[in-house]
């Protein structure tokens, strides 16, 4: 089996979650946060919608500057519609899965950098980078969107259901 095999049906498990809580996110809450000091519900929406969008880059690019020092730094999207925060999310999921069914084990095992201003945050494999930085990520965003929108009173299946 390839990487690519072993890590498709964690993807998809793991994004149906994602995707339930997304599609739950009201637009009356968006700009709701628990604490000055902590991100909205918008921005935790838009960052699990565009972290599956990064599995393409991951895996065409070798190196991702968050802040070059000759261009603006990357910026999480804020979009303000919770149907096009899901659409965005759908579009990068499909994308995602496109590029890691036609990547070979080889591929998966290639370097990947993060820099942010020319400095090297670190270097993974691309499979593991995918692992952590995509599909952990994920989880971790879902886990805090989740007790966001629970403190608000929004109900929704749980992502573990049994």
Same mark, same amino acid.
């Given at each position: 089996?390839?990487?690519?095999?072993?890590?498709?049906?964690?993807?998809?498990?793991?994004?149906?979650?994602?995707?339930?809580?997304?599609?739950? /996110?009201?637009?009356?809450?968006?700009?709701?946060?628990?604490?000055?000091?902590?991100?909205?519900?918008?921005?935790?929406?838009?960052?699990? %919608?565009?972290?599956?969008?990064?599995?393409?880059?991951?895996?065409?690019?070798?190196?991702?500057?968050?802040?070059? /020092?000759?261009?603006? %730094?990357?910026?999480?999207?804020?979009?303000?519609?919770?149907?096009?925060?899901? %659409?965005?999310?759908?579009?990068?999921?499909?994308?995602?899965?496109?590029?890691?069914?036609?990547?070979?084990?080889?591929?998966?095992?290639?370097?990947?950098?993060?820099?942010?201003?020319?400095?090297?945050?670190?270097?993974?494999?691309?499979?593991?980078?995918?692992?952590?930085?995509?599909?952990?990520?994920? /989880?971790?965003?879902?886990?805090?969107?989740?007790?966001?929108?629970?403190?608000?009173? /929004?109900?929704?299946?749980?992502?573990?259901?049994?």
């Amino acid at each position: 089996m390839t990487i690519a095999e072993l890590m498709l049906p964690e993807l998809d498990e793991e994004m149906g979650r994602t995707r339930k809580v997304l599609a739950a /996110v009201p637009r009356q809450h968006l700009d709701w946060k628990p604490a000055e000091m902590l991100h909205t519900i918008g921005w935790n929406a838009n960052h699990l %919608a565009e972290i599956v969008g990064w599995t393409s880059m991951i895996l065409q690019q070798d190196v991702f500057d968050i802040a070059p /020092v000759d261009g603006p %730094a990357y910026k999480t999207p804020s979009i303000d519609d919770p149907a096009k925060i899901v %659409a965005s999310f759908d579009e990068g999921l499909v994308a995602a899965r496109a590029a890691i069914a036609a990547a070979t084990d080889a591929v998966m095992a290639e370097c990947w950098t993060m820099k942010m201003g020319g400095q090297t945050l670190f270097t993974l494999s691309k499979g593991a980078c995918i692992r952590t930085w995509v599909l952990n990520h994920s /989880v971790h965003h879902r886990g805090i969107l989740s007790v966001y929108l629970r403190m608000c009173g /929004v109900e929704f299946t749980p992502v573990y259901d049994g």
